[in-house]
């Protein structure tokens, strides 16, 4: 008997994209809907998704690691919510965060409303997912699937933030406004979890027998060569876009941090606007400018 996967791209990259998810909520770029799935990190989605685990995405700057879960989500149609994690972030703002002014003004006013009111709290994005009722921007049609949620950038956050979220991760629920124990509605699959880190900060053993460990390498030549394949389409420069991988593979040794698979389609996007080809000499200024770190001069033609 074969592996029964849950998550197949093969099968689910013909399945439309919802309308008014382009790009999906919570991204910022249309990149993040366009994703070479390797078998190791399809096999690492399908053990999280299996074992209920987080999926702890590994790696450095430009690897992919943020924009693996919305695409899972997008793929699979799951609803989909992100968090980017900051050295201000708190554990319970990754499940749900106080109103304090709205309350403080409202007592003031003589308009307190009852303790636990929703007029005082906001739900996060790990609320949402076990619960698609408090998600009032969420889609209707999507408020009976499953959802994927992205915490991004875990090791920016005090360690205490990480280790703070095991239990709800584990059991799906924890305590909300007004001491209220939130868990999973009814008929809401378990969400899965997705955690990137660029290792920064050392997270904790216990955090880490907790997830499934998936680490991602920086981007090579190939891989370059195929993203921009699907993602430039009918206006595909092959010549050009061989010369630019080559110059970003080169760079990404000769400098740090290496530029990433967003800024290599940016100058492929960038080049085409401006009518460059291999055979203009101003698109190796073009492609310093948007890649390189300072290391040569953009206005070097040679």
Known sequence: MGLIKLFDPAEETYRPTPAGRTPARGTGRLDDQVYLF??????????????????????PPGSGKSALAPN?????????????????????????????????????????QAPGSRAYFRPGPLWKALDPA????????FRDRPAVVLIDEIDKADPDVPDALLDPLNNLRFVGPDRHTVTAAEGTGAPLVVITSNEERELSAAFLRRCILLRL?????????????????????EALTVELADMFEHESVASRPAASTAEFLDTLRACHQMGLTVESPEWRAVADLAMTKGSSDPFSYT
């Open 217 to 237: 390498d920086a981007p090579d030549r190939e891989h370059l060569l195929k993203v921009a394949r699907l993602h430039m389409g009918d206006d595909y420069d």
């Open 134 to 141: 408090v998600d009032e921007e969420g889609l209707p049609t």
């Open 38 to 59: 390797d078998h190791r990190t399809v096999l690492a989605v399908n053990v999280a998704l299996a074992s209920g685990r987080p999926l702890l995405v590994l790696g």
């Open 72 to 112: 899972v989500a997008r793929l699979m149609r799951f609803r989909y919510y992100a968090e980017v994690v900051t050295a201000r972030t708190e554990p319970h703002d990754l499940l749900w965060r106080e109103e304090a002014f709205r309350q403080l003004n409202d007592a003031t006013q003589g308009l307190l």
